[in-house]
């Protein structure tokens, strides 16, 4: 029943900045993990960043220092800052969310993730 809506990606030179959005509708999914995931091709899908129900953010190892997670005060709105961006960072970028899991939402595994968009593209290039 929850929808998720990615939004912000665009095509930009490397050292850019984008800032990618996830809006959920229909149920409220604040009760639960959310989760940022991005694909390139031929590589296999990789968790970015999550929120975990009480509001703990964390980004995975090699996104520190670049990308921030962040959300609106209802938690339905899921953003992701990225910075410096590289051309590696070219892919599909995903929002996700699984309302039965609420703490450590990082190490979730994306197959336990219920609802997902469809997706933005991030092309890094100069």
């Known amino acids: 029943q929850v929808r998720l809506m990615e939004s912000g990606g665009g095509s930009v030179q490397p050292g850019g900045s984008l800032r990618l959005s996830c809006t959920a509708s229909?149920?409220?999914?604040?009760?639960?993990?959310m989760a940022w995931f991005r694909q390139a091709p031929g590589k296999e899908r990789e968790v970015v960043a999550s929120?975990?129900?009480?509001?703990?953010?964390t980004i995975a190892d090699s996104f520190k220092g670049r990308f921030t997670i962040s959300q609106d005060n209802t938690g339905n709105t899921l953003f992701l800052q990225m910075n410096l961006l590289k051309p590696e960072d070219t892919a599909m970028y995903y929002c996700?969310?699984?309302?039965?899991?609420?703490?450590?939402?990082?190490?979730?595994?994306?197959?336990?993730?219920?609802?997902w968009g469809q997706g933005t593209q991030v092309t890094i290039s100069s």
């Open positions: 996700a969310a699984d309302r039965t899991h609420r703490k450590w939402c990082l190490l979730v595994s994306e197959y336990t993730y219920t609802y």
């Open positions: 229909g149920h409220t999914t604040s009760s639960g993990c």
């Open positions: 929120v975990d129900y009480d509001d703990t953010k």
